[in-house]
Nanobody, 120 residues
Framework: QVQLVESGGGLVQAGGSLRLSCAAS????????MGWYRQAPGKQRELVAT???????NYADPVKGRFTISRDNAKNTVYLQMNSLKPEDTAVYHC??????????????WGQGTQVTVSS
């Protein structure tokens, strides 16, 4: 059993910053890629950013230059630093992690989501 718990969402004015955290816990053998996705009302869930275990990052075009993803492998935690926030960044942000619970099997897990609201 693996759990992902996000924190750090909230309400912020346009131009402000927030930092999201997501910690993986449970029967973990290793944590591979981790990432953040978001889902705005009436829209499909979309990629925000991902990071490999080795630290290679990938960002969606709308957040490039404003958001930074990072991770602490010792803590099985991924972070999303969000700067210069815009109203269109308003969404529920979900953490995702590819976790091996043994040396042979890895599965994708999702957190429950944290609300980010950016006011204009």
């Amino acid at each position: 059993q693996v759990q992902l718990v996000e924190s750090g969402g909230g309400l912020v004015q346009a131009g402000g910053s927030l930092r999201l955290s997501c910690a993986a816990s449970g029967s973990i053998f290793s944590v591979n890629a981790m990432g953040w996705y978001r889902q705005a009302p009436g829209k499909q869930r979309e990629l925000v950013a991902t990071i490999t275990k080795g630290g290679r990052t990938n960002y969606a075009d709308p957040v490039k230059g404003r958001f930074t993803i990072s991770r602490d492998n010792a803590k099985n935690t991924v972070y999303l630093q969000m700067n210069s926030l815009k109203p269109e960044d308003t969404a529920v942000y979900h953490c995702n992690a590819n976790v091996a619970t043994s040396g042979l099997v890895a599965n994708n897990y999702w957190g429950q989501g944290t609300q980010v609201t950016v006011s204009s």
